[in-house]
Every structure is written in C-alpha cells, then in structure tokens.
C-alpha cells in the first residue's frame, strides 16, 4: 500500500517553489502562453508525454504505467485575475493588474508535484494517468473549449479528479459530499426597448427605466412564489445600463445577470419562466423586451459511490479519516462540471487557511497557506495511483 504523503513532503520545498514562479507571472483567463511553456517544460523534463494540443493554452500529458489500463484524468486550473494584488509578499505579481487570486498557481504547482511523485513511482501504476492544466476557468469556457477539443479521447478517460483550494478551512482538512456541491449556473441579457423624451414629459414617451425596474423586481417572484421553498434557486441582475442624463428618459436599458439552482430540470424552465414575466411586464408599461438565457455550466455533482470510496480511501490515507468533514454546497459555479457532464468525476475542497491566512477568494490580499499544497500534491498523487490499482 503506497502513501504518497511522505513523498510529497519531501518535495515540499520545490512544490513552493514553483507555486512562487507562478505566483509573479498570473495570466488572464486564454492568455496563460507563459504559464502554459512553464508546465509543458517541467512536465517534458519529468519525461512526461506532452501531447500536441490545439488550444492556444493548456497543457494535456500522459504518464504512462507498467501496464496497459485504464486511464485516470487530474484536473488543475492555471489562469489568474483582473485584480491589482495587495499582499505584500515577497513573490507578489509582477504584473499590473493581474493576479493569482483564487490559487489556481497553487492548484498547477501542486499538480506538478503530483506528476513528479507519480512519474517516480510509475512502475506501481496499473495504467495511464492523463495531466489536464485547464485554462479559462474563471470565464467559464476552458473546460468546454478543452472537452470540443477531445481532451476526453485518446486515451478515453474514465474517471476525473479536481480539487480546489479553500481558505475558510483550516490546511490539513479536505471538504468532500456526494450530490450537488456547486450551482448550475445561467447567463442572462435583458434589453428593454421604451421611446424616450423629455425627463419632464414622461407621457409622450415610453419610459423602459420604469419597465426595468419593475422586471428586475417581478423576477425576484419566481424564487418567492414559483419554485418549491425547499429547491435554492438565486436570480441576479448585477447590471444595469441606460440612460445619459437625469432629465432624459432614454430609448432603451440593458441590463445582464447570473441565476444558480441545483436542479437540472429548473435550469431548463427557468427560461420560459422568466421571459414571461419579462416579455409581459415589458407589455405592460408599453414597452417591448429581448431576453438571452446562456446555460453557462451544468452542476458539480459528486457521485455517491466515488465519493464513499475517496473518503475511506486514498484521502484518507492523505488528510486522515477525521479530518475529512462534509461540505457545504455552495451556490458558486465552477466548469469542471463540465468533464462530470461527461464521465464519472469528483471534485474536492482542501483546506489552505490558518489563523492569519484566510481571506476570501478574489480579495486582492488573498493568499494560501504553502503547506497545504504538500496535501493537495499528495492527494493528486494518491487518487490517481489507488484508482489504477482499483481498476487496472
Ligand atoms: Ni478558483
């Protein structure tokens, strides 16, 4: 029985250190070129198979073990933020702007050290492990864009891994249930379309600031008086355009918003719900409306029976059995729903606070705590070399 924790702390130092590099050069969402050559670099020293890609960025490898098996995918996220960073550190960005603010440089780095242990010990693995570096996850497209592009295929993956860092959590526990743990997530553009005029003689126009507001307010009704109390669902409108000066009313507003549920039939009818009473509200003040409903990402969802044998099993031997506690769910989107639309996955929260390190994601001072990605290389490691043992 292999435990890879001895191994990943023995390699802490060079984990860190890579984590840092990536740290000063954050790229945004499909522009990680320098962090793309920087993963295909250590992996081809590491003697990886690095496959030809045709994404502009991301990297996919293969480490193949002593026999021909199944094929485990691990799953990291690489690109950075549009945030201007605060922390002080030493190895802060060293770019303007941009920003390493949710530990997607800790999630690569720690992949790395992953593929190092397992690249090691390859003779113990009864199959094929495929390295997924996943750009554009915070837009939301790179898991979709890298799935159209085969990184399901050749060879086909039967099981998917990824896990992310969470600074509410102490570094030395792992956040891990079955079902949904993460929102489907929906993209939405509303244009109201009235006939403006003079501020002061509203009624020889047709005013879409009146009928905005009152389909912004109208919408909330679906959550209090449609859908089951007992089934979460959230509609935002988080903006809102029109308009040039206080004594104009304008010929339009457009406005954009975001809705979360956790039920996929509900992702679905939640379209038709909502441009009635945005089309028949328009109507109503006289005005005419345009709605686009974009589902964005499906659900996190964690199947029962690979979630159980994760829990008893490799990230056990990882985090402990005690110190696995259940998560949560969190109406948060996150793409790798996208791989579990297609086969078998399970994504997992490690813990990477302390009591000084623990602000929120995206906060411009946001950090992790550097020996949680000791465990969270360790658990790559151990997930994929069990799984093969389990099934090669
Ligand atoms: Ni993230």
Known sequence: MKNFREEAQALGEEIIAMRRALHEHPEISSQETWTTEFIAQELRRLGLTVLPWQGETGVVALLHGKKEGPCIALRADIDALPVQEKTGLPYASKIPG????????????????????????????????????????????????????????????????????????????????????MACMGLTKITVRGRGGHGGIPHETRDPVV??????????????????????????????????????????????????????????????????????????????????????????????????????????????????????????????????AKVPGVFAWYGSGNETINLPWHNPGFTVDESSLILAAAAYAQVAHDWLEKNG
């Open 98 to 181: 941009v920003m390493h603010a949710c530990g997607h440089d800790a999630h690569t780095a720690s992949l790395l050290g992953a593929a190092r242990i397992l690249a090691e010990n390859r003779d113990s693995l009864n199959g094929t492990v495929k390295f997924i570096f996943q750009p554009a996850e915070e837009v939301s497209t790179g898991a979709a864009s890298m799935i159209s592009l085969g990184v399901l295929e050749n060879p086909t993956v039967e099981f998917i891994y990824g896990q992310h860092n969470q600074p509410e959590a102490p570094t030395g526990t792992l956040l891990l249930s079955s079902g949904p743990i």
């Open 211 to 340: 009928a905005a507001a009152a389909i912004i307010m109208s919408l909330q009704t679906i959550i209090s008086r449609e859908t089951d109390p007992f089934q979460p669902v959230v509609i935002t409108t988080g903006s809102i355009h029109a308009g040039t000066a206080g004594n104009v009313i304008p010929d339009s507003v457009e406005m954009q918003g975001t809705i979360r549920t956790f039920d996929l039939r509900l992702f679905d009818e939640l379209e038709d719900r909502m441009r009635r009473i945005i089309t028949d509200t328009a109507h109503a003040y006289r005005c005419e409306a345009e709605f686009t409903y974009v589902k964005s990402a499906p659900y996190v969802y964690n199947p029962e029976d690979l979630t159980e044998w994760l829990t008893s099993g490799p990230l056990a031997k990882v985090f402990g059995p005690q110190n696995i506690k259940p998560l949560r769910p969190k109406p948060g989107a996150e793409d790798f729903a996208h791989y579990q």
